[in-house]
């Protein structure tokens, strides 16, 4: 019986470790599944909030943002990183106004928007022609 019992227990643990996971999946024009990401809650040591990323693949580059929401810094990396890339930011508020653009110059970012009020943003990244979008809660 007990012998059982941790074989139920070693069969449920990948289960307990997504079980606050989110997948994602990317995808090409041609609409061919190009990735498949497992995003995990983690709790951060210095303080007790939850921390998410959030990726997609844009001109065949990994581009992770988080953390999201956010209390006014947010960072955007992006892997495979070239010199010869182009990447420009631009963050727009809830009613459509530019509040920031920003051009990247390697592959970590940091935006500041701390001084910004609460509230629905939408950050617009260029990469090399290529163009995505994403919601970014500043609270």
């Known amino acids: 019986m007990r012998k ?23 995808y090409d024009n041609a609409g061919n599944r190009v990735k498949r990401e497992i995003v995990v ?38 892997t495979g990183w070239d010199n010869a890339d182009q990447c420009q930011l631009r963050l727009y508020n809830s009613v459509g106004q530019q509040v920031l653009s920003t051009w990247a110059g390697s592959s970590y970012i940091e935006l500041d928007i701390s001084s910004r009020p609460d509230g629905l943003y939408i950050l617009h990244i260029t990469l090399n022609g290529e163009e ?6 500043k609270k």
């Open 4 to 26: 059982r019992l941790i074989m139920q227990l070693i069969a449920a643990v990948p289960f307990i470790a997504f079980s606050q996971g989110k997948v994602k999946y990317s």
């Open 41 to 78: 809650n983690t709790k951060s040591v210095l303080d007790d909030s939850v921390s998410e990323y959030y990726s997609e693949m844009l001109s065949e580059k990994d581009i992770r943002i988080y953390p999201n929401p956010t209390r006014g810094h947010l960072k955007v990396e992006i």
């Open 132 to 137: 995505t979008s994403w919601k970014i809660i």
